[in-house]
């Protein structure tokens, strides 16, 4: 059980650099982006090469829940060590930690919550799971799987196609909803109200 005065540590899953930004593989960059946005604060460079923004989730008052939203700057594959230092830095139990992230075996837009579990192949979650253990909070953002015979590598590289692009802020929005109802409301409600 955690602490319910400790802080949230919400970690978007992307890969550093503008030839990346609109990739499936950084829908986490774009819902931490979007959380950020939503709390008034820009990213900061901290020193476990993430960018991070704190601030607040929930109703204003006592019952809000401090919270830091956290890019790492490392590669997908290398996001353990960022995740690993920020938690020890904000003394974030791993009950606490969310990594929001690209699913592949869930249709696109689709979000499911979870704790625990394994990492389905996904190298961020991995790299995160061999730091933390597997007991943190996960919101997968279902990309779909590739058509045809396309490698999974090559897939999850590539932008959102035009016709995903004209639902994607509507899915960005909805998966930003989630990582805010699991901070305030517990995972239960979360998942009644998101595992579409």
Same mark, same amino acid.
């Given at each position: 059980?955690?602490?319910?005065?400790?802080?949230?540590?919400?970690?978007?899953?992307?890969? =550093?650099?503008?030839?990346?930004?609109? $990739?499936?593989? $950084?829908?986490?960059?774009?819902?931490?982006?979007?959380?950020?946005?939503?709390?008034?604060?820009?990213?900061?460079?901290?020193?476990?090469? %993430?960018?991070?923004?704190?601030?607040?989730?929930?109703?204003?008052?006592?019952?809000?829940?401090?919270?830091?939203?956290?890019?790492?700057?490392?590669?997908?594959?290398?996001?353990?060590?960022?995740?690993?230092?920020?938690?020890?830095?904000?003394?974030? =139990?791993?009950?606490?930690?969310?990594?929001?992230?690209?699913?592949?075996?869930?249709?696109?837009?689709?979000?499911?919550?979870?704790?625990?579990?394994?990492?389905?192949?996904?190298?961020?979650?991995?790299?995160?799971?061999?730091?933390?253990?597997?007991?943190?909070?996960?919101?997968?953002?279902?990309?779909?799987?590739?058509?045809?015979?396309?490698?999974?590598?090559?897939?999850?590289?590539?932008?959102?196609?035009?016709?995903?692009?004209?639902?994607?802020?509507?899915?960005?929005?909805?998966?930003?909803? %989630?990582?805010?109802?699991?901070?305030?409301?517990?995972?239960?409600?979360?998942?009644?109200?998101?595992?579409?």
């Amino acid at each position: 059980m955690t602490d319910d005065a400790s802080p949230w540590l919400v970690v978007g899953l992307g890969n =550093p650099g503008g030839e990346y930004v609109g $990739n499936r593989h $950084n829908v986490g960059f774009m819902v931490a982006d979007l959380l950020a946005g939503r709390m008034g604060a820009r990213f900061k460079a901290h020193k476990s090469r %993430a960018q991070v923004v704190e601030g607040r989730v929930g109703p204003p008052g006592p019952s809000s829940r401090r919270v830091v939203v956290a890019k790492p700057m490392s590669f997908m594959n290398l996001s353990g060590g960022p995740v690993t230092a920020l938690r020890d830095f904000y003394k974030v =139990p791993v009950g606490h930690v969310v990594a929001v992230h690209d699913e592949l075996d869930i249709d696109y837009g689709a979000l499911r919550l979870k704790v625990g579990g394994g990492d389905n192949g996904h190298n961020g979650l991995k790299s995160i799971t061999k730091s933390l253990g597997a007991d943190y909070c996960r919101v997968r953002f279902g990309i779909g799987r590739p058509p045809g015979r396309m490698d999974v590598a090559a897939f999850v590289l590539k932008d959102f196609s035009a016709a995903e692009r004209k639902e994607l802020d509507y899915f960005v929005d909805r998966a930003a909803d %989630a990582v805010e109802t699991l901070i305030a409301d517990g995972l239960e409600r979360a998942q009644g109200t998101y595992n579409s």
